[in-house]
């Protein structure tokens, strides 16, 4: 049964396992005592900070465990922030980092703080001059920028970041880089001047519950409090021994395959890229074609619920992924499509784990469409096919009192009565995917260059009108609340 | 080899060994994605949930498992006074609450709330009274008691704290009680009304890494930011899965045993506490004698460097640790012994893991009289039989010039010109227990009712040289700064 998920966790790496096993015997003593039992543990908890830092290019006196990269992450961030108080109070991040940083951003706008939060391009990639900019022009009344935080590559659509670029910059700039490192560092070191490093053992197939946190000497630091006197003051609390040495061995291991892994995987997600838009019909590709991560995929697909997507390619025996907002008890779409501008519903993350067969991949391929046409059908959505001619849910004057008395038509468009709509759709108070397969159901009802008008009020319209109009040729006249104009093109 | 430091961390226990290794291949998927791998780690992360809030007593979804002890205490006590905000700023604690308490306590002063802290008598016990006093009492200007703070044992000398009672005062005067349940979690329940309950893994025999926070129903708790979606909002991260089933599975396996072990181990203390001070010339037991865990005793040696105790021990095959502060960086003996004005130098705890067997107790009791005489030998302290006449370091009016010089002498007893130091010895820069050994050396050179000027900065003196003057039956006469005053007699 394929697992197509290794970018959420990885099961124990073989390595990870056996250093587990071999180090339960020792490694439950408390290695701040001084007996024999503490020594010894004290000895296997050195052991794996070398092993660990060599991995990530760093002293060992610069590294320490956590109990996740997102503790990582959020006492990195804080501990960077506030020993950099008397430079300023700015923090710049991408728009698409990991919630945990983003959280730990919010804390800090919450304490008194700035976040500037640099856009990216469609393809999920930051410029790497416009974060350089942003540094520069994140000073406040208070002082300038405290910290700059990016991301090796991203989470869910694999696109690499311009760090060593970045890192440069930060430099010029006198400011602190905190790179999260999560999604790369079983690939290799991160290239660049950075300040400090995040990462999460689990994704490179140690165990969970382990996370590296790397500051450079002479970073200002300031551990936020409580703290106590283990791993420098920075991660307080009696930690699982046996699952750091596990995370060291495993990361060693999981390096020395790693070049010929990447690029047997990198041929694999090749093919779906290139296979899955011949598949299956309305697809969309997402994420850099090429400055990727090796084993990770995104594609979005019209007129699809990502969480019943998610459950059939489940029930036909893969596991993946999906950003969509319809998998989330929140209804917002991720927040990377949504930076990134794509199409959200649909969403599907393939993230091949290390030793995937080129059959699973070829399997997954011949099941991906007949599992789209399945959601398509439940949702009675088009199919390719030119739209069956399906009543529109509502008649256009009913739906257009509807969307006055809600004061939110009208805008740019009313200037020219040409562009009154022809035809409204009332889609409100249903979730994604339904009012873009409405939207999708009585385009061809009006005129070629007559106006649709859709009320929707699912956040992941907003996305995902104009990504339906993009891939199919419509033209989108923008919206005004929840209200979205659509032209028919030819 | 016997290991004595089981209130520090227990061996793996077999039921954890077993339930690790038996969820290894099914826990290290994300417990919150909707695949099949995802939906297993989620089963077995609610059965473990529900193991642990039975043995806690409190429902499963009261129960968060966090990285460790530690940060149970951390976020617990950050989330209840922040929950509780508007009800007041001060925190009562006990003065021997575990340093996670403590240094927790100090972020919230920090931070600009208050902090009582509730004194203990000589078992290192609290009144109940007189806590219930403190909550009531502790009100500041801006509001009154946010939340009360009293673990259910202490982790240095085994005494059991009036929990049941103090959370009777705590109801009474709607202020939450957290209990911090580490040491005595493994033996049962914790009795009361409390509303928060901390607790860690490794000290039953569960993994490190592991530790609960149990937040009754109705109690007001906001989580300190950053958080995320994981563990009810209160403990940020992926977690170690596999430790969290052990810890569960080991809980329930030690409660299981918990009453015989009990009863065995208590009956090995009662001989440690009995034979210790017929063995051992100069020893003081400390901790209450009755209301107590059973497996866990500490004593203090007078003349004996800690450290050096613990080594020789460490050499005889046993393990043991030590609150005097020669094993500490920072010089400051244990808090607990402090809070407790007992005798700090020489200080060891022995603390039982379940199934220690008697022959090793015997073994213990058989070498500890030949350790303490060899690290008592190397400082050349006086061992039981009368002092050797050896030289004070200084003459006495040399070391009267350098008191007064530090305008640290005098002080109550200089109004009575009988009561004028008859020698005076000068220790300061040594550190503990060198003072009290070159007090103990030149007492018997001044006359039955002569005193002696002692000159000390070791912080350890302020405790060390009024328990040396009960124990050897002087009378001490106070202190001013680092200069100590002791009346011989007969």
Redesign the interface.
Known sequence: ?P?F?AA?????HPVA?QA??AS??E????PA??????RRARLLLDAAREAAAEAVGCRPDELVFT?????SL?TGIAGALAGRRRAGRALVVSAVEH??VL??A??HE?GGGTVVRVPVDRTGRVDAAAFGAALRESGSPEGGTALACLQSANHEVGTEQPVEEVAGFCAEAGVPLLVDAAQSLAWGPVPGRWSLLAA?A?KWGG?????LLAVRKGVRFAPP????ERESGRS????????IVAAAASLRAVRAEADAEAARLRALVDRVRAEVPALVPDVEVVGDPVRRLPHVVTFSCLYVDG?AL??AL?RAGF???SGSSC?SSTLIPSHVLRAMGVLSEGNVRVSLPPGTAEADVDAFLAVLPEAVREVRAQLRAPSGAPPAPAAADREAGEAGRAGAADGEDGGPETADPGREAALTVDSRGKRCPIPVIELAKVIDRVPVGGTVLLLADDEAARLDVPAWCEMRGHEYLGAQGHAYRVRRSA
Chains 1, 2 share one sequence.
């Open positions: 049964m697992y998920d959420s966790s990885l099961p124990l396992r587990l096993l339960l015997d490694g439950w003593a408390d005592r001084l007996h024999r039992e503490g109990p996740s990269g997102t503790r959020h919630s945990a959280h730990a919010e804390a919450a999460s689990h165990p969970g519950g382990v996370g409090a409580p703290v106590d307080p609390g009696f930690a699982d021994l046996p699952a969480e998610l459950h489940d596991s993946v992924s998998t």
